[in-house]
Structure formats: structure tokens, C-alpha cells
């Protein structure tokens, strides 16, 4: 079974982001997910995913001084006090919303520090912040994110250095968000990468590529794809974080099949 959120920090940008959740719920999906909640008090997030009836299922730590063109902190020597602070902050955020999953952004390498350290510092400040959310019963996730084309210089590019931390981390409260986008991207052989990755999974997401966009505008065989998926052992929600190339409820055709009526 194949159940897909609606990114609403991607999705019904033509409305502000307040009136994205009840759209969501209108366009037939069953839960939303978001890049950054962090314009809305947390209080407010609560009452607008109760208005719209929707769960909150996946969102980001805060990524440091985007105005500067950070992409996360927990991989960045020097700067675990910010990162913990973040930690609070997410958790407080997921503790209003009802929001199980928080994906932690690694950070952009450093000329200042090696490699090496900076995974060592990713590895240390994950399991410290997982054994704080393990409390409020949130599960925190890492993404491979693509370095070509989207965030070049991001620390975490690839699936082997996902495992890898997961595994220096060792808490079973840590897991895999696997986009098919950036998966592509990095290397492709999707439905054999996913299935190796499967035992990690937490969360999926998918768009096209090139572009972003939504299934069908692409290269990626999307109907063959999230079949495969549906047919997996995977239970998790399937966040929608493509840009539309139209009005989001046009290019919501091909995911009709798989949205409430």
C-alpha cells in the first residue's frame, strides 16, 4: 500500500503556507510533511493540522543560518551548542504537531576541519540528540542528500556514509530517509538501492529527475517504481517533495489512484 504526504513546503505554494494544510486534506492526502515549520508558533502548526485533520509526519531540524547558506549543524566541529539548541527546538515543534520523524541536515564540508572529524562529529552529536528524542518517542533520520546537482559540498552525498554513521551512532531510535530524486542522482539503481537500504528505511520521498518535478515528467519509470515499493515491507508514508511544473492539482494526475476520494 502506497500512502503519500503532501510536502507543503513544495506543494500549494500558489496558497500561503496556512492554507496549504487544508488543501492538502482537500486534494485527498492523508498527511502532510514540511522542510521548515519554524514561521508558525508551535501552537499555531497544532491547530492547523487538527482544522485540516491531517497528521504530521516528517519534518527538518533547523539548519542553522540558512541567510548564510548552512545546510545542517550536526556535522560542523565547534558548533554543538547551536546543535543542541536545534535538537530542542525540533523536539519541541514535534512535540506540538504529534510528529514522529525529524530529519537532522549534516552540514556542508569544511575547509577547516578534515573529513573525518566532521563525520566523528556528526556520529557523536546523532547519538546524543537521539537519546533525547527517544524520550518524546521521535525517531531522527539522515538523508543522502545529491552534491552535483542540488547542495554541492553536503557532508552526507551517499548511502555507505549513511550507513556508516548510523552504524558508529548505534541507536535504535535512527534511521534512512531515501529519496528517489537525490537517489538517482547519486548513483541510481533504484528499486536494488532501496531494497538493500529497506532494513533502514524510515521514510521515503519522491520527484523526478531532471527538474524535481512531479512522477512522469522525468527519466524515473515512477509507475513500475512506487508499485515496487507498494509490494515491499515498507509501512512509512511517501512525502511528495516535488516542485509542480503547473498548479499543484494538475499535476496531481498521476497520483489520483493513491489519494482519498
Given at each position: 500500500m502506497l500512502r503519500l504526504a503532501a510536502n507543503l513546503s513544495t506543494l500549494f505554494t500558489e496558497l500561503p503556507l496556512e492554507a496549504r494544510f487544508d488543501a492538502a486534506a482537500a486534494a485527498g492526502f492523508a498527511a502532510v510533511e514540511i522542510q521548515f515549520p519554524y514561521e508558525l508558533a508551535p501552537a499555531r502548526l497544532r491547530?492547523?493540522?487538527?482544522?485540516?485533520?491531517?497528521?504530521?509526519?516528517?519534518?527538518?531540524?533547523?539548519?542553522?543560518?540558512?541567510?548564510?547558506?548552512?545546510?545542517?549543524?550536526?556535522?560542523l566541529p565547534g558548533r554543538k551548542a547551536e546543535f543542541s539548541a536545534s535538537i530542542d527546538r525540533a523536539l519541541e515543534y514535534a512535540a506540538a504537531a504529534g510528529c514522529p520523524l525529524i530529519h537532522v541536515m549534516a552540514g556542508l564540508e569544511s575547509a577547516s576541519h578534515s573529513r573525518a572529524l566532521q563525520l566523528d562529529?556528526?556520529?557523536?552529536?546523532?547519538?546524543?540528540?537521539?537519546?533525547?528524542?527517544?524520550?518524546?518517542?521521535?525517531?531522527?533520520?539522515?538523508?543522502?542528500?545529491?552534491?552535483?546537482?542540488?547542495?554541492?559540498?553536503?557532508?552526507?552525498?551517499?548511502?555507505?556514509?549513511?550507513?556508516?554513521?548510523?552504524?558508529?551512532?548505534?541507536?535504535?531510535n535512527l534511521g534512512?530517509?531515501?529519496?528517489?530524486?537525490?537517489?538517482?542522482?547519486?548513483?541510481?539503481?533504484?528499486?536494488?538501492?532501496?531494497?538493500?537500504?529497506?532494513?533502514?528505511?524510515?521514510?521515503?520521498?519522491?520527484?523526478?529527475?531532471?527538474?524535481?518535478n512531479e512522477p512522469g515528467t522525468g527519466e524515473i519509470n515512477f509507475s513500475?517504481?512506487?508499485?515496487?515499493?507498494?509490494a515491499s515491507t515498507y509501512a512509512g508514508w511517501t512525502g511528495c517533495e516535488y516542485r509542480p511544473r503547473t498548479d499543484t492539482a494538475s499535476a496531481l494526475v498521476w497520483a489520483r489512484p493513491h489519494l482519498r476520494q
Open positions: 491547530v492547523l493540522l487538527a482544522h485540516a485533520g491531517l497528521p504530521l509526519v516528517l519534518f527538518n531540524a533547523p539548519p542553522g543560518d540558512a541567510a548564510r547558506g548552512e545546510r545542517g549543524l550536526a556535522g562529529t556528526f556520529a557523536a552529536n546523532l547519538a546524543d540528540a537521539a537519546d533525547r528524542a527517544a524520550a518524546a518517542d521521535v525517531t531522527l533520520l539522515l538523508e543522502p542528500i545529491n552534491t552535483r546537482v542540488d547542495v554541492p559540498g553536503y557532508l552526507l552525498g551517499d548511502n555507505a556514509t549513511a550507513q556508516l554513521l548510523l552504524r558508529e551512532a548505534a541507536r535504535p534512512l530517509q531515501f529519496d528517489f530524486y537525490h537517489q538517482q542522482i547519486i548513483g541510481g539503481d533504484l528499486a536494488r538501492g532501496f531494497d538493500a537500504m529497506l532494513p533502514l528505511i524510515r521514510h521515503v520521498q519522491i520527484a523526478d529527475n531532471p527538474g524535481r513500475w517504481l512506487l508499485a515496487h515499493v507498494a
